[in-house]
């Protein structure tokens, strides 16, 4: 019988094997570990989503991170560049079914609304979501192959009335944030049949001036010429500005409909302006379409850079029925949560750190570490916040602790205590101490640090 035999490597391919596992593991391209210093931020613009959210009576939905790519390319359009360039594809064993890591929200949530059996619920139903999505784009500052998005979604309605209630949601969100340095980019993309008489005038515009256009405008012009209108390569920007309005072919109902929205904003004095080039990134979009912009970015020299979106969002009526569920009206947006927090410290708006700990738990003798722990279990149920380094021996190691974590009450406990049921209550301010009852140190904690139930 014959025996298997190791293939050798090269000596150069074992070197170069070595090194790789010499070398230190860091996060992938384009990813970020967000640190504790950042998480005061996170948690600010998530509960504000949340508050938010709830309060305009939206159900939150986790879809999986992970779906079948044939969702994006049905729901997105196998033409933009979400699909054709920044698809984060999934490898799996064997054949059968391709999976993509999920590059936005919607279409995500518009297939749990088919397949959950949504459409019997109560209308409108409102849904948001809050969660990471991925993108293989280059990275730069305000766009990370894995960013995170708060995403709001309306079904049921076809009013004008309900996209100008998501924008000023959105708007109420940004401002409940501090935020002020904001308008809403807003324009129509009219119906399916306006857009085929636009794209015939848009494709003889760029046709007209092709040798001006980069080279992947080139390659739009044949398959989605609306793209070039979205592309940041200046000399295809000022071709853009050039190009027909699709505003001036709107049919009649469509410039109602776009009409109503503008009057409807104006009564809401909302900072908005009519942008007739934008035209967003995915094919899903009709009539109404809007993005959140900054009114100026800073970079990271502290001069004025590129335009950086916060949010946007449309209507999208024909998705449900696209994805083989029955046509029902949707509207939707979304906002990136690494852009906003941007936003935030470029506006420079101070949020206190509300999450250090307001007590120290010390502790002198094994039989006093089982005790802390019964103490901690009281504080933590009172929320309290609290600090402790439980394995340390000896009480000034614990006390340096404290001071530098600026806490100004200690909770002291030693082999005495744990015989009388009590703790020792140390100002690291005033050095004045007093024994109080473990049954009593909650509510003497709460009078102290003013916390009122």
């Not at 298997?4 to 593991?25: C, D, F, G, R, S």
């Not at 410039?255 to 929205?261: D, G, I, L, P, Y």
């Not at 101490?433 to 709460?446: F, G, H």
Request: hydrophobic share 35%; net charge neutral; proline share 4%.
């Amino acid at each position: 019988m014959a025996e298997k035999t190791k293939k050798k490597q090269a000596p150069k391919a074992v070197e170069a094997n070595k090194v790789e596992q010499m070398l230190p593991i860091q996060a992938p391209r384009g990813m970020q570990d967000i640190l504790p210093a950042e998480q005061k931020y996170w948690e600010y613009v998530v509960e504000a989503a949340k508050l938010v959210a709830r309060g305009w009576d939206f159900q939150r939905l986790d879809t999986p991170i992970m779906e079948e790519t044939r969702l994006f390319t049905r729901a997105v359009g196998e033409e933009t560049d979400l699909v054709d360039k920044e698809l984060f594809e999934v490898k799996s064993r064997g054949k059968g079914t391709q999976y993509s890591l999920r590059p936005e929200g919607t279409a995500s949530v518009v297939r749990a609304y088919i397949e959950r059996g949504m459409r019997s619920w109560p209308k409108p139903v409102k849904i948001f979501y809050i969660g990471p999505f991925f993108r293989y784009d280059r990275p730069q500052k305000g766009r990370w192959r894995q960013h995170h998005q708060f995403g709001l979604e309306i079904f049921g309605v076809n009013s004008p009335i309900s996209e100008v209630e998501l924008m000023y949601i959105e708007h109420t969100f940004l401002q409940q944030l501090g935020l002020e340095e904001y308008v809403f980019h807003v324009n129509s993309l009219g119906e399916v049949n306006d857009r085929k008489v636009y794209l015939k005038l848009l494709k003889e515009h760029f046709r007209r001036n092709r040798s001006k256009l980069c080279q992947n405008c080139k390659q739009r012009l044949n398959t989605n010429p609306l793209r070039i209108l979205d592309c940041k390569e200046e000399k295809c920007q000022q071709l853009a500005h050039t190009a027909p309005n699709i505003i001036d072919h709107l049919s009649e109902e469509a410039r109602t409909h776009f009409n109503a929205v503008t009057h409807l904003l104006d009564g809401l004095e909302m900072p908005y302006e009519v942008t007739p080039s934008l035209v967003r990134g995915l094919d899903y979009y009709s009539h109404t379409v809007w993005e959140i912009v900054p009114k100026k970015t800073i970079n990271e020299a502290g001069e004025e850079g590129q335009q950086s979106s916060l949010g946007g969002g449309g209507r999208y009526d024909g998705l449900v029925k696209q994805l083989g569920g029955k046509r029902v009206s949707a509207v939707g947006a979304a906002h990136g949560i690494e852009r906003i927090i941007d936003q935030i410290k470029a506006e420079n708006i101070e949020l206190t750190l509300t999450d250090g700990p307001q007590v120290f738990i010390a502790q002198l003798s094994e039989s006093a570490k089982l005790t802390a722990l019964k103490v901690m279990r009281g504080l933590q149920e009172a929320q309290i916040r609290f600090a402790e380094s439980i394995d340390r021996d000896g009480m000034q190691p614990q006390l340096k602790l404290a001071d530098r974590l600026h806490v100004q009450w200690v909770v002291v406990v030693g082999q005495k205590e744990v015989l009388d049921h009590t703790v020792i209550l140390r100002n690291l301010d005033s050095g004045m101490q007093e024994v109080v009852a473990q049954k009593d140190l909650v509510s003497e904690l709460k009078r102290r640090l003013n916390i009122i139930d």
